[in-house]
């Protein structure tokens, strides 16, 4: 399904910032026995990151991939590369990977030539060894000892990839995974384990005022209960155990009541409560563009993970804390638990272990931390913390609610004069590091006094709730503000794509509304803004997969949208097909994709086709409502996309092996989303503008 | 559950295939059972509500939730987790791995024992067959169409 393109290759890009911090190649490969050990920061969460690393090191070093093992990511050996996040991971760790293995490539032959007195040009590294005549030298004699400890930046490199047979990319990890064998980290197993469990207030109940543990530590096999301040927990010798004590504990609490912090779900709570505007770009004329407007909704999202949120943690005799998370930063986290136990940094110890897909920023840090201050109790004893389900769906930051206005002039030839769009948000990242102090649960529970920071933005060009908000199209005058809202009824954090979801949404919604009254096609009015030759290139495809130009049957329709994620990462164009019989309403998405050179056009695609499918769930089903001040708790309050109603999903990827290779796990979410609400108006003209896009909405719509 | 005294009590079943028994209360839910005292952990808790089912098994062939069978409840009967159904459908498990059906993959198992079953009762499904067997499965990464594709190849294995 791939397809090749021709195309001129853009300016190279920047070094990874990761590479000054760790300048050696032993830091990042490293060569034991027959096998090659690639030294990633970045962890993986399902998107496949560790295959595709592991295959830019066989190529690079002209070693099967057979031999490759991506190490497991932790603060005592990995390179710090801070969270694995923003889709990022190819272009920073597959980078500063392909640095280093190209770097030990050329040290070889350097080394060989010198070796067997040939001319570099002569010799071939096949499968690791470079031979001549009767004589081998290969990555793992004497040599590489001290040439792993070289700057990659005092040796001379070629590009000389290998595209060898062997090196398919596909993930290895999978048949143990399916055969049951390959772990969690609810797998993990000690000697002498404990099971912990945490009690949470049920909301809208905010704090604990009083508990009576006298029942629950009579329960044979209960070992201790744990309040500080707040926080409450209990660990028991069974996991059945622990979960019956926690419901005993929980029923023998006293809550502070809580107010209930309502909102409208269609959020104009958020201009109500907006922040003084802060311009994020301007280009032209900025005299107000009287013309079209709309305003556009997106709610809080879960992230919803499959498996709640777990950690391990054990203190060490002398005051040391290890713990196994799955995390998306044991760096950042590393710093943040530091912090609230008052530990100095180097006291405390993070390692990587799967979890369950996150997503973003979920529970994943919470429960580390839960962890750690469940085994203080029981030092030398490790302690398994796994949140249970309503914890994770009531406690889990969101993805932020958001509001877009969108408005423009048209001139006369039906062209954009000028451009406005001004957005409504949380901040969109809440996580350890970020805000300033401590962001976890347990830092409030433990010390009252302590109210958790709100979320931020960081600057563009990865930005918060700015992300995706200036337009890549090509219009004269544009003014893009942003209207911060730091009143949070419900905790914030990191969701996929960010602000990229909402904003492109709304864009993209925009532009089909604008196309209509300027009576051009959808694609045609996308084109005559866009100079990018990827752009279009993605756009065509999408248009020519997607049989833009066929008739529309009765009653069913297509919609196109398009973005290039942060305007600086990967492009991708989306089709939406709607028909009546689709039992959400979307029958088809068809969604081309540039993320320059292609690693594993199997992993690609995977992420591609998962993302869709995530945010069609996202755009037709979901919505975080409180009943009644309560949060979801389960999959029946929070439901989402379910096999019998996932739309056919087809997958196009326009290799470019001159550029930059690019991630693609969040490129695709904001097209998705305006696609289908553009198929749904050219379906039944009507104009939906209020996330989730579900069923009963577009019927009410209809008979309005 | 609550309000009720652990009894220690032995309940001895058939697990893929072999007698185990298993010393503990027997009002405990079977998954716990399974994942810490017979070391069998793919099978995996989700939600503990019937509501995903990460953590499906097969009692005497039909799909069940571990998460809320006590482990009592299964005295003399034969249970099938996914590591059984790797075991006795080896197509299944060669098709997913060929079809790279999986991202986080903590939803696989339970997908898996639903797939075992309908393979069990319909040697040729269709693709609704399949959506419709899977559907009481939850997948948040978006794998589902790479799955029913390895349940379709796997059926067709089988077959031929």
């Known amino acids: ?704 | 559950m609550t309000g009720v005294e652990p009894a220690r009590a032995s309940t001895a079943f058939e697990l893929n295939g072999r007698t185990v028994e298993v010393d503990a209360d027997p009002h405990g839910a079977l998954l716990y059972a399974l994942r810490n005292d017979l070391g069998s952990k793919g099978t995996r808790f989700g939600c503990g509500l019937e509501q995903c089912g990460a953590c499906r098994v097969l009692i005497d062939g039909v799909v069940s939730y571990a998460c809320t069978t006590p482990l009592g409840s299964v005295a003399g009967r034969r249970v099938t987790t996914v590591e059984g159904v790797a075991t006795a459908l080896p197509e299944l498990i060669e098709a997913f791995v060929r079809r790279q059906a999986a991202q986080c993959g903590y939803c696989a198992s339970g997908v898996l024992v639903s797939a075992a079953a309908l393979l069990h009762a319909n040697p040729d499904p269709t693709d609704s067959d399949v959506r419709r067997a899977l559907d009481a499965n939850l997948c948040r990464c978006g794998t589902h169409l790479r799955m029913v594709r390895a349940v379709l190849d796997a059926a067709e294995a089988r077959r031929g």
């Open chain 1, 1 to 704: 399904m791939a397809e090749a393109a021709l195309l001129t290759a853009p300016p190279p890009a920047t070094r990874p910032a990761h590479l000054e911090k760790h300048p050696l190649i032993g830091d990042w490969i490293g060569f034991d026995r027959d096998r090659v050990q690639v030294k990633t920061g970045k962890v993986e969460l399902g998107q496949g990151i560790h295959a595709a690393l592991a295959t830019i090191a066989a190529e690079e070093l002209h070693v099967a991939a057979s031999r490759v093992d991506v190490m497991p990511v932790s603060t005592r050996e990995s390179p710090d590369e801070d969270y694995t996040a923003g889709s990022l991971s190819i272009t920073q760790s597959g980078a500063a990977v392909r640095i280093a293995c190209a770097a030990a490539r050329a040290l070889l032959l350097e080394h060989a030539g010198r070796a067997f007195s040939q001319p570099l040009d002569s010799l071939r590294i096949d499968d690791g060894v470079v031979r001549f005549e009767r004589r081998t030298l290969s990555y793992w004699d004497d040599w590489s000892r001290s040439g792993l400890r070289s700057r990659f930046d005092d040796v001379t490199t070629r590009d000389q990839r290998s595209r060898d047979a062997g090196v398919d990319g596909l993930r290895q990890d999978l048949r143990a995974l399916f055969e049951g064998r390959r772990g969690f980290v609810h797998d993990l197993d000690a000697v002498g384990l404990l099971h912990g469990r945490v009690v949470r207030p049920p909301p809208p109940a905010r704090a604990l005022e009083a508990v009576d543990d006298t029942r629950t530590r009579a329960i044979p096999g209960v070992v201790a209960v744990i309040r500080s301040g707040g926080f409450l927990g209990v660990l028991a010798d069974r996991e059945d155990v622990a979960v019956r004590a926690a419901e005993r504990l929980r029923t023998d609490c006293r809550w502070a009541p809580g107010a209930v912090d309502a909102f409208d779900e269609r959020g104009d709570w958020l201009e109500t409560h907006a922040e003084p505007p802060a311009v994020v770009f301007e280009k032209g004329s900025q005299s107000d563009a009287d013309g079209t407007v709309a305003t556009y909704n997106k709610p809080h999202i879960a992230h919803a993970s499959i498996g709640p949120s777990a950690a391990v943690a054990r203190w060490t005799a002398d005051g040391q804390l290890e713990v196994w998370s799955h995390t998306q930063g044991v760096y950042p986290l590393k710093r943040e638990l530091a912090t609230i136990l008052g530990l100095p940094g180097d006291h405390v110890h993070v390692t990587h272990v799967e979890g369950a897909g996150c997503y973003g920023h979920n529970g994943a840090e919470d429960a580390a931390l839960d962890a750690a201050l469940l085994a203080r109790a029981v030092p030398g004893r490790s302690v398994k913390l796994i949140w249970s389900r309503a914890d994770e769906s009531a406690h889990e930051p969101y993805g932020s609610a958001m509001r877009m206005r969108l408005s423009a002039r048209l001139d006369e030839r039906g062209q954009v004069a000028a451009w406005r769009h001004e957005f409504w948000s949380n901040g969109h990242v809440g996580r350890p590091g970020f805000c300033g102090a401590p962001v976890l649960l347990a830092a409030s529970e433990l010390n009252p006094d302590h109210r958790r920071p709100v979320a931020m933005d960081p600057p563009l060009p990865p930005g918060g709730s700015q992300r995706n908000s200036v337009p890549l199209y090509a219009f004269p005058s544009v003014r893009v503000v942003h209207r911060p809202v730091r009143h949070e009824p419900l905790r914030v954090s990191s969701l996929r794509a960010l602000g990229a979801f909402g904003n492109v949404f709304a864009i993209e919604s925009f532009m089909d509304e604008l196309a209509a009254s300027a009576a051009v096609d959808p694609v045609d009015f996308r084109l005559r803004h866009l100079d990018d030759p990827r752009a279009r290139a993605v756009i065509e495809l999408a248009a020519a997969r997607g049989g833009w130009a066929e008739t529309r049957p009765d009653r069913a329709g297509r919609g196109i949208a398009f973005a290039r994620y942060k305007n600086v990462a990967a492009y991708c164009a989306v089709v939406a097909e709607v028909s009546d019989d689709a039992p959400l309403g979307v029958s088809r998405l068809i969604v081309c994709v540039d993320a320059g050179r292609v690693i594993t056009l199997d992993g690609v695609v995977n992420q591609v086709e998962g993302g869709a499918i995530q945010a069609a769930s996202w755009t037709l089903k979901e919505s975080v409502r409180p009943r009644d001040g309560a949060p979801p708790m389960d999959w029946d309050s929070y439901p989402i996309m379910r096999f019998t109603e996932v739309p056919r999903v087809e997958t196009f990827v326009l290799d470019r092996p001159d550029a930059p290779s690019l991630g693609v796990g969040e490129c695709v979410a904001g097209p998705v989303a305006a696609a289908i609400a553009n198929a749904f108006a050219d379906a039944y003209h009507v104009r939906l503008r209020d996330l989730p896009l579900t069923r009963e909405r577009v019927l009410a719509a209809l008979q309005d």
